[in-house]
Every structure is written in structure tokens, then in C-alpha cells.
């Protein structure tokens, strides 16, 4: 997704038509542009919808991520109704661009026998939210490689559904070789009490940010190494590490300028 500069333009225009005696350029009109919010990528093809929850084959969530990685335009994956969990039991797709998974805050990606990790993202604006991600005891919740402006909210990363009892990952989010992610809340204003993620309970670290090319990641408005409502503990071995020249990247809170600092 583009964000556009927090930069102020102000540019004249002068007029060239005399009226009413007044001479040709002799006054100005100013505009102002304004910059524009940061907003999703909204679908623009029909919503895939995810009618098998185990396996890898037709109907499947690794099909409706070859389908939304096949096709031009923004995607969005959202599932069957009677679906709550669901279990490749196989590595799934490298998801490519433009393309939102929401679990609607009832599906978990249970990562049970399978080899590596849970949803792998190697493009740009790829969001996941209100998805729980959890069994992938061999690799990564949610991996972010040579990606940009992906987004990870409203997510459970190394618990069950509410958020009580740990089921690991290794690492709940790992961001390699890649910019512009954010993971938790924008701090724009907006949704902002319900876009932090619930990262907690996984075997080895919360969240890695690594490479010399990670930059510019926000990691804001989550609950790291706590039950859902915050108040009892349910760690990961390690919280978050930043590694081999990641730079300008942000660690802080809900960015509502309320205790930030």
C-alpha cells in the first residue's frame, strides 16, 4: 500500500484573465495539498473463499493463495462459515502481492505436521489479520521475506483462540530483507485498540527483525509474553531481537502519544 508524504506542498497558480480592471497575474490563488491517510487495499476481485480446511488440494487455503498469487488485482481470503480451524499438514504457498487473509477472528492455521512455517509473504501489501497462527513448532508463524509494506493485525501468533494457552511456533514473526511492515497498530487514530496482535507462548523468540535491509518496521500496540487480557504471563523464551544491521525500525507502544515515550 502507497502512503503518501506527511509533507505539506503549497503551490501558486496565477491567473492570466484581467476582469473588472484588474490586471492579468496580478493576484494568486493557493493550493494546498494535503497528504492522504494511509487506508487498506481494498479486494478488488470477488473474495476467494477458503471450503476445505485440511490439505493443500481444490478449495483449500494453499489453492486460494495459487489462485490470488495467479491473478491480476488486490485479493481477499476469508473462509467458510463452519470453518474455525484450519491444517495444511504441508508447507503452504509463498503469497505474492496485494492479497489480505482475514480469519475473521474465528480461524486458526494450526501448523500441525507441518515442515516449516505457517504463511510465508515475499510480496508487497500483503495483510494478515484476525487469524490465529499457531503448531508451527518447526519454523515461523508468519515470515516476511524480501517483502514490503505487509501488515500483521489483530493476530494470535503462538496461542489457541483465546488466548490462554500457549501452542508454538518457534518464532512468532520473523521480517527479513524487507521494509515497511507493521506489525500491531499504525498509531493513525484509527482502529487503532484493535489492530495489536497477541504474541506470546512460542518456543524461541516473539519476533525477529533481521538483515541489513530491514528497515522502516513498526512494531507497535501489541501484547508480547501475556494471556490476551494482559494481566497473567504466558512468555515466549525471548521477546524480540533485532539482528545483522536491521535499522530505523520502531519498537513503542499504541502511538497514541499517551505514555510513548
Known amino acids: ?18 476582469k473588472d480592471g484588474i490586471a492579468a497575474n496580478s493576484w494568486r490563488r493557493w493550493l494546498v495539498i494535503e497528504a492522504l491517510e494511509t487506508r487498506r487495499v481494498l479486494a478488488t476481485n470477488p473474495f476467494l473463499v477458503v471450503t476445505v480446511a485440511d490439505g493443500t488440494g481444490p478449495g483449500t487455503l494453499a489453492d486460494m493463495i495459487q489462485i490470488a498469487n495467479a491473478q491480476a488485482g488486490a485479493d481477499r481470503i476469508v473462509f467458510s462459515p463452519e470453518i ?41 501489501g500483503v495483510e494478515i489479520v484476525n487469524l490465529t497462527v499457531n503448531n508451527y513448532a518447526n519454523g515461523f508463524g508468519v515470515f516476511f521475506l524480501g517483502a514490503n509494506n505487509g501488515k500483521v493485525q489483530n493476530c494470535r501468533l503462538g496461542t489457541d483462540e483465546a488466548g490462554v494457552t500457549a501452542k508454538a511456533n518457534h518464532v512468532g514473526v520473523m521480517v527479513h530483507d524487507s521494509t515497511n511492515i507493521v506489525i500491531g497498530t499504525e498509531g493513525d487514530g484509527i482502529n487503532d485498540a484493535n489492530e495489536g496482535n497477541l504474541i506470546s507462548g512460542n518456543w524461541e523468540w516473539g519476533i525477529v527483525l533481521t538483515d541489513a535491509k530491514t528497515s522502516n518496521v513498526r512494531v507497535a500496540g501489541n501484547k508480547i509474553g ?9 512468555p515466549n523464551y525471548h521477546g524480540i531481537a533485532i539482528w545483522t544491521g536491521a535499522s530505523n525500525n520502531v519498537i513503542c507502544t499504541n502511538g497514541d502519544g499517551s505514555g510513548d515515550s
Open 84 to 124: 474455525t480451524s484450519v491444517r495444511p499438514s504441508a508447507n503452504l504457498p509463498w503469497i505474492g502481492n496485494d492479497l489480505t487473509i482475514d480469519g475473521e477472528n474465528r480461524v486458526t492455521l494450526n501448523g500441525t505436521g507441518s515442515p516449516t512455517h505457517g504463511l510465508p509473504i515475499s510480496g508487497s
Open 1 to 18: 500500500m502507497k502512503k503518501l508524504s506527511k509533507r505539506r506542498h503549497r503551490t501558486s497558480r496565477h491567473t492570466t484573465h484581467a
Open 226 to 234: 501475556t494471556t490476551a487480557i494482559g494481566l497473567g504471563a504466558l
